[in-house]
């Protein structure tokens, strides 16, 4: 088995993203906003009573759910994701919060289906939508998928149930993305913060 690189690392846009370890070790770093991203999520999600049924989609290493949980360690929790890798380090990495989570390993496509192990309360996406639409696509087609993915999210929500994203622009605008949302049904649709490319938006199912 050939062996990688280290040079991989020096360039700007190098490295090794799909190893989880090296992802976390180098994410403050390669993307110092993911940091504030993560704080500015939090802030948004509307209070979660006992019992919350949260979903983290395309989870990665679970910064995300494990964000959520550090303040509301009563919620429930799904990890989604394609990679059973990042599913054990997301699993370790909310065990040390005493949380044993449901894992499911599945690939998520923008086909309008809802998600798997719902209904939820509340989705939240971090850094991980832009990679579910895919990139390098005209506007046209990311529009339909985006709206496609936000339809399945809509779907797998409990009636007045929220969706809360922390991500950064890829092939799309933030402004059409949020248009996206609004045509896949969900309603009070905005975005709480943006700094540069990076945002955390979220919108609600109907009650």
């Known amino acids: 088995m050939k062996k990688p690189n ?19 070790l180098h994410l403050e770093r390669r993307m110092p906003l993911a940091i504030p991203m993560l704080e500015e999520l939090l802030i948004a999600l509307p209070p979660l009573e006992d019992d919350t049924l949260v979903c983290d989609l395309a989870c990665g290493t679970g910064n995300g759910s494990f964000t959520v949980l550090s303040a509301y360690p009563t919620s429930e929790v799904v990890l989604i ?15 040390e919060l005493q949380v044993d989570p449901e894992t499911i390993e599945a690939t998520i496509s923008t086909d309008g289906n809802p998600l798997p192990g719902g209904p ?29 993915l936000f339809q399945s999210i809509r779907a797998s929500l409990t009636p007045g ?40 938006a979220g919108g609600q199912a109907p009650g």
Do not use: P
């Open 81 to 95: 994701d394609r990679d059973t890798k990042m599913l054990d380090i997301a699993r370790a990495k909310l065990n």
């Open 161 to 200: 149930g929220h969706v809360i994203i922390g991500d950064h622009v890829g092939s799309l605008s933030l402004y059409r993305q949020l248009k996206a949302m609004e045509r896949a049904g969900f309603v009070d649709v905005d975005c709480a913060w943006r700094q540069d490319d990076f945002f955390v």
């Open 6 to 24: 280290w040079r991989l690392n020096l360039g700007r846009k190098g490295g090794f993203w799909q190893n989880g370890y090296w992802y976390d």
């Open 120 to 148: 939820y309360d509340v989705v939240v996406a971090t850094l991980s939508l832009h990679e579910l639409v895919g990139e390098n696509l005209s506007v046209a087609e990311a529009e339909g998928r985006f709206e496609l």
